[in-house]
């Protein structure tokens, strides 16, 4: 691991007391990452970051939702990996400040449930759309509804871990329909 004091102030105390730590790690399904970490020694002021530093296969992951056990399925999303449950309307996508994360089926219902309670607190004139969601989640979650997670990354360094699991190579045309969730720089000649 490396550490450094960085000269620049905390964003919380602005202090000129912030520590950053840096270790590169190789973690199944992602493969070799660098995790970041800033400390304010002064205030504790804390932000970690993973960032991916390999590129494999993009990929698609198809798993169904029959019953209770298979809210117990692992599901590993890279800051690249977009997530579809069709039968909710719901996609969870990557953004610049998008985290990766290892959950489950039932984790990544939660998920959905949290965004869906801010949502209806923030606008409740969508109270019955959003009660609706929510009782097909009840449903999923007892195994009185069938559903799929579909899992897309065109970096390949997500996946569900299944046997149940259906998984395929992602064209061309659905690479380009997917959002990556990274900042990418581009030096460009003659500016």
């Known amino acids: 691991m490396v550490e450094t ?39 504790g002021f804390r ?15 198809e798993f169904t939702i029959h019953d209770e056990e298979d809210l117990n399925v692992k599901v590993i999303r890279s800051t690249s990996g977009t997530i ?4 909710l309307g719901a996609k969870i996508e990557p953004g610049p400040l998008s985290e990766a994360f290892i959950t489950t089926v039932e984790g990544v219902l939660n998920r959905i449930v949290n965004v869906l309670v801010q949502l209806m607190h923030d606008n409740p004139d969508m109270k019955d759309k959003i009660n609706e969601i929510l009782r097909k989640i009840g449903y999923i979650r007892h195994g009185k509804m069938v559903a799929k997670i579909i899992l897309k990354d065109p970096l390949g360094n997500s996946g569900i871990v299944s046997e149940k699991v259906r998984r395929r190579r992602l064209s061309e045309k659905e690479i380009k329909e997917l ?6 720089y581009e030096i460009r000649r003659g500016y």
């Open 5 to 43: 004091v960085v000269d620049s102030p905390c964003p919380v105390c602005g202090k000129k007391t912030l520590v950053y730590r840096a270790e590169e790690l190789d973690l199944p399904y992602f493969g070799k990452c660098l995790e970041t970490t800033m400390i304010c020694k002064n205030c």
């Open 179 to 184: 959002k990556l969730g990274e900042i990418i």
């Open 84 to 87: 579809e449950i069709p039968e």
């Open 47 to 61: 932000h970690a970051d993973v960032m991916m530093l390999e590129v494999h296969e993009p990929m698609l992951y």
